[in-house]
């Protein structure tokens, strides 16, 4: 299942923003060597790796909507990548293991957030597949899309423009996408619903809750 969710206000964007205007970016082909696919810049700048970082992070982590849905364990320091005419992202599914400075983490949930907006480039949408179909996403700045890394997905060639965008790739307390998925539908009609019902029934639905989560959590 994807979310769409509001990470950043317009302070925050620009800031970020700034902060990547002044930095150093690299071919992405640093981190994945022998990928075919990947034909993008990034970030590529200690300090300024560390700011936005924290930023970003930060604000993923606060945020309630996205902590609801992924129940996140751990979490990469999100990555600004920029994408220039000529640049795209093929097809591919994300690695099952991300090698980070204090250890590996699982990727089960991937994250972009979009730092520059949907008419700022010719192309570059996000192409998630779903069998034959899929979805396109091009977000507005400050919002993020956060999708399961296995599936397969892409970031169409860009024409014109710039595409820029943070991504993180993040370890899920529950690993499995479909009790993930039926654990945040629970919770969301919980919470939504459960005032409304008599106490027996809530103090029941919660002990499911309670008991799925202790069943599902690693
Ligand atoms: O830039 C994006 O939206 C996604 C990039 C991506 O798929 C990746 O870094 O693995
Ligand atoms: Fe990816």
Redesign the pocket.
């Known amino acids: 299942m994807f979310k769409q969710l509001k990470i950043l206000d317009q302070n925050q964007v620009n800031e970020v923003k700034k902060i990547a205007a002044r930095a150093q970016f690299v071919d992405g082909k640093i981190s994945n060597p022998h990928s075919k696919v990947?034909n993008?810049l990034q970030l590529h700048d200690l300090e300024a790796y560390n700011k936005t970082s924290k930023i970003l992070h930060d604000a993923l982590m606060s945020n309630p909507e996205f902590t609801d849905f992924a129940f996140p364990e751990k979490i990469a320091p999100p990555l600004i990548?920029r994408?220039q005419p000529g640049m795209q992202?093929g097809l591919?599914a994300?690695s099952a293991i991300i090698p980070l400075p204090d250890g590996p983490i699982r990727s089960d949930i991937?994250c972009?957030i979009f730092l520059s907006g949907p008419n700022d480039s010719k192309g570059g949408a996000?192409h998630v597949t779903q069998g034959e179909a899929g979805m396109r996403f091009k977000g507005l700045p400050g919002t993020a899309?956060v999708y399961p890394s296995h599936t397969l997905?892409?970031?169409e060639p860009i024409s014109e423009g710039e595409?820029i965008?943070a991504?993180t790739f993040i370890q899920s307390k529950v690993r499995d996408v479909m009790k993930r998925n039926l654990l945040y539908e629970l919770n969301e009609v919980a919470a939504l619903e459960g005032l409304n019902m008599k106490d027996e029934n809530y103090m029941r639905m919660q002990a499911l809750q309670y008991n799925l989560m202790r069943m599902w959590m690693d």
């Open positions: 990947k993008n990548t994408y992202y591919h994300d991937s972009t996000l899309i997905h892409e970031v595409r965008v991504i």
